[in-house]
């Protein structure tokens, strides 16, 4: 298996494993994180995932270029495995995702880290986007997103120079939510994902959707989009329970419903 997916009560752990190649994606890694992505959106029984390597080295080195004029075989009607699928996949699903960045996040890798909501790095995490180094260009994602995420001129240095920054660096300039030492990467992403537990589910679907929806539309028009997400919220089981806990001053019990 080039990815590990195990589920720990409320959330989903996906681990690139493919350590002796610094977890780079072949198509077998696409197509196994694209699946385990799927599951995870359509069990209602999962509300977080947090994305890792295996290892100590790296999160994810990106695209692995052994694959490169190579394209893998595949099934008559079966959508091409690549760089975009599941990241794709990631776009389309409201649950949020961690990315627990456990050393190089390079090439797709950052751009996998970009598809997550939150990034949390170990120490010696590097961040890079070399692709021009090599003749081509950030294809899932990074020449949209990073920009997006970060001052434009630091994306550019990226991006343009196939530049790399240490995970300090990425915490200055907003890439990254807080960098722990490598023995307390995973049990801060569980502790945060446990936080994101404790809200109410709906909630937090529609909170990033709205984001998500609301990011490139005007003020009005994402303000609309709230409303909606608001409205929507209001209208569930776990809405009346919320209300209902805190008149009780009691934990409230979510159904996601």
Not at 32 to 45: K, S, T, V, W, Y
Not at 162 to 186: F, S
């Amino acid at each position: 298996m080039a990815v590990d997916y195990v589920k720990e009560g409320r959330i989903a752990i996906m681990t690139i494993n493919r350590p002796e190649a610094r977890n780079a994606l072949n198509s077998e890694a696409h197509r196994e994180l694209g699946q385990a992505m799927i599951d995870f959106r359509d069990d209602p029984e999962l509300w977080v995932a947090i994305i890792t390597g295996a290892g100590d080295v790296s999160f994810c080195a990106g695209q692995d270029l052994k694959e490169v004029g190579a394209p893998p075989q595949r099934q008559e009607g079966e959508r091409p495995a690549g760089p975009a699928s599941a990241y794709n996949i990631a776009d389309t699903i409201y649950k949020p995702f961690i990315a627990a960045i456990n050393g190089y996040a390079l090439g797709g890798g950052l751009e996998l880290a970009l598809t997550c909501d939150i990034r949390i790095a170990a120490e010696h995490a590097s961040f890079g986007q070399p692709e021009v180094l090599r003749g081509f260009i950030p294809g899932g994602g990074g020449t949209q997103r990073l920009p997006r995420f970060i001052p434009r001129a630091k994306a550019a240095e990226l991006i343009l120079m196939g530049q790399r920054i240490d995970a300090q660096e990425a915490y200055r300039i907003g890439l990254v939510n807080k960098v722990v030492p490598l023995d307390q990467l995973m049990p801060t992403a569980k502790e945060w994902a446990e936080t994101i537990c404790q809200a109410a589910p709906l909630g937090v679907w529609a909170a990033k959707e709205a984001m998500l929806k609301g990011y490139e539309v005007t003020l009005e028009e994402g303000l609309k989009v709230e409303r909606e997400m608001n409205a929507r919220c209001r209208s569930s089981e776990d809405f009346r329970e919320g209300v209902m806990a805190f008149a009780q001053k009691r934990t409230p019990e979510w159904k996601a419903k």
